[in-house]
């Protein structure tokens, strides 16, 4: 990814979404369980867990996935010079798109994971976030314009990626959020097991 990419990602793309959470009603059981110790802060050890070695990992994976798989489609192997003037520039450039893309993705899938900490999301319902999935729309169509104008291609280092590269992109989100929804399912059946 270029640094303009990253940078567009950064304050571009992902700050409605995030803004968007913050308006995100209580999750369901929330008032059934005990206070957090006044010492505990917002941010908590088992969050970033959940953020960066958990969520961060499969969204780098997904990512890295969608990197390589442009690249090798195109003919790339390791040590093949993709630069500025060889054959594989192009490639290279939409192997980096598909990066900026596929953490656009794993970023949508992060926040419908991100919207409860203990319940299922079918419990407090995938629309009943309108600021959130407008916030996913924006972010979405933003992308669609760094990705497929041509003088942001310039500016930006993108390139038009084919529907197959699309369509490796979809279920990103998917992953990443129903990857998070069984590690809270599993969460839960063990805080129901009754101690012995």
Request: aromatic letters at 10%.
């Amino acid at each position: 990814m270029t640094v303009l990419q990253l940078l567009v990602f950064d304050v571009g793309t992902e700050t409605l979404p995030a803004l968007a959470l913050g308006r995100e009603k209580a999750e369901p059981g929330l008032m059934d369980r005990p206070p957090r110790p006044r010492s505990e802060g917002v941010i908590r050890g088992s969050m970033l867990l959940r953020a960066w070695l958990f969520l961060g990992v499969i969204c780098a994976a997904l990512q890295l996935t969608g990197f390589f798989a442009v690249l090798w489609h195109a003919g790339w192997h390791p040590g093949t010079p993709t630069g500025p003037g060889t054959p594989l520039h192009h490639a290279y450039q939409q192997a980096t798109t598909m990066t900026f893309l596929g953490m656009i993705a794993g970023q949508i899938g992060t926040a419908f994971a991100a919207r409860t900490e203990h319940a299922s999301l079918r419990s407090i319902g995938v629309f009943t976030n309108p600021l959130l999935l407008w916030g996913i729309a924006f972010e979405l169509a933003l992308a669609a314009v760094f990705i497929y104008t041509p003088p942001l291609q310039t500016l930006l280092g993108t390139a038009a990626l084919t529907p197959r590269m699309l369509a490796l992109v979809v279920p990103f989100p998917f992953i990443v959020w129903g990857a998070d929804e069984l590690r809270r399912r599993l969460l839960r059946s063990r805080r129901a097991v009754p101690a012995r």
